[in-house]
């Protein structure tokens, strides 16, 4: 099957916001919760769209929808804008789309509390390790080609950077840019796994931590893991690559992409792995989304289009046009 860029641009922001969408219901739950408050798993949209999620019902920070994405699509719609807006990636330019974002921002976030409390769109930050800086750096893979490794890592850093400036959160958010660009390419999956693994080092190289350089090996072992395993069983992944730290959210979701072939699989096994699963779902599913853009459930993404309004196809057309 043959697919443009934009197709596979489109698919990647499609399977970015499903995931999201999806993997919400079950954020930061243990396999015991998440057997709690769905006794039969994870199967989509579990509720009526556009209702409170129950869980969520009085949450004092946001009671969230059920179809509603996070901060995370909202933040990767900021990134894609900056750079349709100035043909280039500049940390202060995204900085300026970023702090018109609303979602999360609250002390309990500190990486995003602080940056909206300083309120300079040319800050830069100098700790935080999380992934939310890898979370949103998609539209940088869709503007670089995977020839340009070197633009790719220090692209992703400067989308990083406003918020997230740990040798690790940076690594992370190279790896997914570089693991996205490939897939929009049609590489395969072991490609996109090199590639992922070469941005990561480099990343640590030139921006190294207090620790030594652990990114990329984590990339490898859990992509290895996976495909060691007859069948990607959510408990038994869980009980290994919980996703609730730095060297496993984005290493589990890079494994999930380069493992599996299907965006809706891949966006369903994270959300019932539970632990950082919209991050985890939107990752893998937007890669798996540029790699097989048939694979993401249009079904579901136009329940998120209508409670969110984002209107993907036109952000994909844009940044399409713009990849060199």
Known sequence: ????????????????????????????LSQADIARWYPH???????????ITPRYIGNSKHEWRIAETTD?????????????????????????????????????????WEFHQAGDPARIATMHDGCGAAVRVAP????????????????????????????LAIAAAAATAAAVSAAIDGSSPQQVLCLAERAAAESERRWPGSAPPAFANAIRAAHDDLASRP????????????????????PLALGLATTMNSAED????????????????????????????????????????????????????ELGALRH
């Open 266 to 317: 891949a966006i369903l096994r994270a959300a019932n792995i539970g632990g950082d699963s919209d991050s985890v779902a939107s990752i893998a599913g937007g890669i798996l989304g540029a790699m097989y853009p048939h694979t993401v459930n249009q079904k579901w993404y136009d329940i998120v289009e209508r409670i969110n309004g984002h209107n993907l196809s036109a952000l994909g057309r």
């Open 1 to 28: 099957m043959t697919h443009s860029n934009t197709d596979r641009i489109l698919g990647c922001l499609i399977g970015i916001a499903t995931g999201d969408a999806i993997g919400k219901q079950t954020e930061m």
């Open 72 to 112: 995370d699509t909202e933040r990767t719609i900021a990134v894609a804008r900056a750079i349709i807006s100035e043909h280039h990636v500049s940390h202060a330019s995204i900085g300026r789309e970023l702090l018109a974002c609303r979602k999360c921002v609250h002390p309990g976030i500190k990486s995003l």
């Open 231 to 250: 069948t990607i069983r959510a408990r038994d992944v869980a009980s290994v690559w919980f996703p609730d730290r730095p060297l496993t959210i984005v």
């Open 140 to 167: 940088v893979g869709m503007f670089h080609t995977p020839t340009a490794l070197d633009a790719l890592v220090s692209s992703a850093r400067e989308a990083s950077i406003s918020t997230h400036g740990g040798a």
């Open 41 to 51: 798993g994870v199967r989509g949209f579990e509720g009526t769209p556009g209702e």
